[in-house]
């Protein structure tokens, strides 16, 4: 739906700043004389331009002024290395505000350095436009389904004979792909504790909370695939600042927070599991709306990255970092059932204190060779039965 919803606003950019340099340089203020003018139509509601210090420059409202008072502009730490190239803001009347960011080039703006601008257009989506773009969605997709249904029928006996005998192939394919995921979280997780232990040990807790949560097996598969690469987005992050002993400043907790715009930007280019992407995106949210990056709040957060954000906590609290000591299992689970309501969702709390002893003793006090031996069984598990998995090729 984001993707209708900002099509012709993207096309429209385009056409004023050129299409990846191709076209003739824009100067700034030629391009600012542009959305300035009134008498022309705009597909989108505001402009914002940020420099290369992610000030604005320019800010244009043209439409929906009091839904646009709930749409904040850039903070501090967002690269635009790091921005999606939309997202959406849910709106007190049901409606959406999507912001579609675009990295404008020195010629673009006429100030250097190269690739350090930002261009931001938001469009307001009513609730009644809305339903209707959610409507041709799934048309779309019905139309799609029956098309695919037909193709099916045709070709059914021919791909029978084919399925029969490539079902083993496939089988190895989706489990290598699996191992491919757990060996890039196990080397993202080195880079901050000197072990794979993180990623083992996030994993299997998580798993165990869905499990305990009640979840279908495609959903385990996405809530397994995304907490392998929960912390991908550390990959951007300096040595000097993931690896510091120390507490951060606050212009290092900021940068160090963009890990996970960093991770959206990286799981965009993966064909993910679909669901999987909703971990690295949203599992340092709060059920108060206090996290970040987006400061979503209660059921908006997606189920998975709820489920993952106490797994996330109650390793960090049982394990041993280079800065404190593993806090004692009553404690670390006190604090997960204080966070119930506020930071936690109270549901997926109440999935994992029946569980947690058991987890407690099976996972946080095993060495790395026997937890990564039990993250093996599970994602044998799930990933090498007969029913197969997509990927989401759609990010």
Not at 65 to 71: F, I, S
Not at 196 to 201: K, L, W
């Amino acid at each position: 739906m984001l993707y209708m919803a900002g099509h012709v606003a993207r096309e429209y950019v385009d056409s004023l700043v050129g299409h990846h340099g191709d076209a003739k340089p824009v100067n700034l203020d030629h391009l600012k004389a542009q959305l300035v003018d009134l008498r022309q139509f705009k597909p989108f509601d505001m402009v914002r331009i940020y420099d290369a210090s992610q000030r604005i420059v320019f800010e244009q409202r043209y439409r929906n002024p009091e839904q646009l008072v709930l749409v904040a502009p850039l903070a501090a730490g967002e690269h635009p290395q790091a921005l999606p190239a939309h997202r959406a803001l849910q709106l007190a009347n049901h409606g959406i505000a999507i912001q579609n960011f675009r990295a404008l080039d020195a010629r673009d703006v006429g100030a250097a350095p190269p690739g350090s601008a930002v261009m931001e257009f938001t469009e307001v989506v009513e609730s009644a436009e809305k339903a209707r773009l959610e409507k041709l969605a799934f048309l779309a997709a019905l139309v799609a389904a029956a098309f695919a249904a037909l193709i099916g029928l045709v070709a059914y006996p021919a791909l029978v004979a084919v399925v029969d005998r490539n079902a083993v192939l496939a089988r190895q394919v989706e489990f290598a792909y699996i191992n491919l995921l757990k060996s890039l979280g196990i080397a993202i997780s080195r880079r901050d504790s000197d072990t794979g232990e993180h990623c083992y040990r996030t994993t299997l807790v998580a798993i165990a909370i869905g499990e305990q949560f009640g979840l279908e097996r495609v959903q385990m598969r996405a809530l397994i695939a995304g907490s392998l690469l929960h912390d991908i987005g550390k990959i951007a992050i300096d040595d000097a600042i993931l690896r510091k002993p120390g507490k951060f400043t606050p212009e290092e907790m900021a940068i160090m927070r963009g890990h996970v715009k960093a991770g959206v930007h990286i799981a965009g280019e993966l064909e993910m599991v679909p669901g999987a992407a909703d971990v690295v995106a949203f599992h340092h949210e709060r059920w108060d709306g206090k996290g970040y990056p987006y400061g979503m709040a209660g059921s908006s957060i997606p189920l998975l990255a709820r489920i993952f954000a106490v797994a996330d906590v109650f390793d960090a609290l049982c394990a041993r970092r280079k800065y404190k000591e593993p806090f004692p299992f009553d404690r670390a689970t006190a604090l997960i059932r204080e966070g119930a309501g506020t930071q936690f969702d109270a549901d997926v709390v109440a999935a994992f204190v029946p569980v947690a002893a058991g987890l407690y003793g099976s996972i946080e006090n095993r060495d790395e060779a026997q937890t990564l031996a039990m993250l093996d069984a599970k994602l044998a598990q799930y990933f090498s039965g007969d029913d197969g998995f997509e990927l989401d090729d759609r990010l």
